[in-house]
């Protein structure tokens, strides 16, 4: 029995209408497993992808990390040396600052100390014005206790001008309580140049009046206490003018001694009407200042005088001091005179001794030298009986 041979065009089965061949089935059959098989090897290329890809991307972390770790590295270095820059710093700047703030507390505490010394000195100066003070004030106790009684008073004014007068005078210029051709006995007397009238200065003051002012407990009180003291005034004012103005033996002008400057200056504010009448009556009321500076004018107006009187004697002096000055004069030219003939000498002495000098020079040049010969091998020894020979150098003079 021969086996039976398919071919491929041979009808295997009818599908539907159409007939499938043995190679339609084969193909179909091929198709068939490749679409089974496709899946398959696509799933392990993807597999084999994807740990290609996972690998890849492993090794690029592991890169990536290595870099990052190398950076890390790289910046802990940076960031090590800055660290240590900067506590380096840190530590320069507070060791100057602890320089600077221990030099500024230094400073700070001399300063206090200095401070506090001067302190101390004003402490003590201030505690040596307020002993001062309370000393002023036990003075001014005591010079209320003066000023209430009328004599005291009369006399601590009076003091206060014989003072001022006697230190500003020199004695003979002035006189305390003289008599004058009316009997009356003004408190000083100033005697003035050139045979002039003699200036009166009295000393008392209607203090008591001033009192009643300063111690008025109401406006009204103050106001008759006021009219008091100006009609005081008055009346001192026409006693002065009447006792101490006498034509020909006292000036036309006294003066009335108030011995307080602050009274002075109350009275030339508050009571210009006693100034004003004062003025017209041709009595100047002074205060201790003014008395000062007054004597100090007239003791210039006497200085003047006693030159004027001495004029004659100044002039003499001169006369004779120009005769000594031209006696003085002639002596100097004389002695002008003998120091150019010594001066004249002593530059001839000087060429002399200029001369002696080169003179001198010219003899140490001398020079002394042997010229005697060596005799020769064949001759027999013959001496010279010159020594030597004398050569003088001859030295140019200037």
């Known amino acids: 029995m021969e086996p039976t041979i398919l071919t491929l065009d041979q009808p295997l089965f009818i599908l539907g209408n159409h007939p499938v061949t043995l190679g339609m089935g084969l193909f179909i059959a091929i198709g068939i497993l490749l679409l089974a098989g496709i899946p398959a090897v696509l799933g392990r290329r993807r597999a084999r992808q994807s740990a290609d890809d996972a690998e890849q991307r492993m090794n690029a972390l592991l890169a990536a990390q290595t870099e990052m770790q190398g950076r890390i590295a790289a910046m802990a270095d940076v960031f090590g040396a800055r660290q240590s820059e900067l506590n380096q710093s840190i530590s320069q700047r507070i060791d100057g600052m602890t320089h600077r703030i221990g030099a500024s507390i230094s ?182 200042s003014l008395l000062m500076l007054s004597i100090q004018v007239i003791q210039a107006i006497l200085r003047d005088a006693r030159m004027r009187e001495q004029a004659h004697l100044i002039q003499g002096e001169v006369i004779r001091l120009m005769e000594d000055l031209t006696r003085l004069d002639d002596r100097v030219r004389k002695l002008h005179g003998h120091f150019l003939t010594t001066q004249k000498d002593v530059d001839d002495i000087l060429i002399s001794s200029d001369k002696l000098k080169k003179r001198g020079t010219r003899i140490e040049a001398l020079d002394l030298e042997t010229a005697s010969a060596a005799p020769s091998a064949q001759e027999p020894k013959a001496f010279d009986n010159r020594m030597g020979q004398l050569k003088l150098r001859v030295v140019d003079e200037d």
């Not at 140049?193 to 009166?200: A, C, F, I």
């Not at 009180?221 to 008055?234: H, I, N, S, V």
């Not at 026409?238 to 003066?255: H, M, N, S, V």
């Open 107 to 288: 400073e700070q505490t001399k300063v206090t100390h200095e401070n506090l010394r001067r302190l101390q000195e004003r402490l003590a100066v201030i505690d040596t014005a307020q002993t001062n003070i309370q000393s002023l004030a036990k003075d001014m106790a005591g010079l209320q206790s003066i000023l209430s009684n009328k004599q005291t008073r009369g006399a601590f004014g009076q003091s206060r001008m014989e003072t001022i007068i006697s230190d500003g005078l020199p004695m003979g210029a002035y006189a305390f309580q003289s008599t004058l051709s009316n009997g009356s006995r003004p408190d000083c007397t100033l005697r003035m140049p050139n045979g002039q009238p003699v200036l009166v200065i009295d000393a008392k003051f209607p203090l008591e009046g001033w009192n009643a002012i300063r111690g008025a407990e109401n406006p009204e009180a103050g106001r008759l206490a006021a009219q008091q003291f100006r009609r005081d005034m008055e009346v001192h004012i026409r006693d002065i003018a009447g006792k101490y103005l006498i034509p020909g033996e006292t000036q036309e002008t006294a003066f009335l001694f108030v011995p307080s400057e602050s009274i002075f200056a109350e009275i030339h504010e508050n009571f210009e009407g006693i100034v004003q009448r004062a003025h017209k009556a041709r009595i100047v009321i002074v205060s201790p």
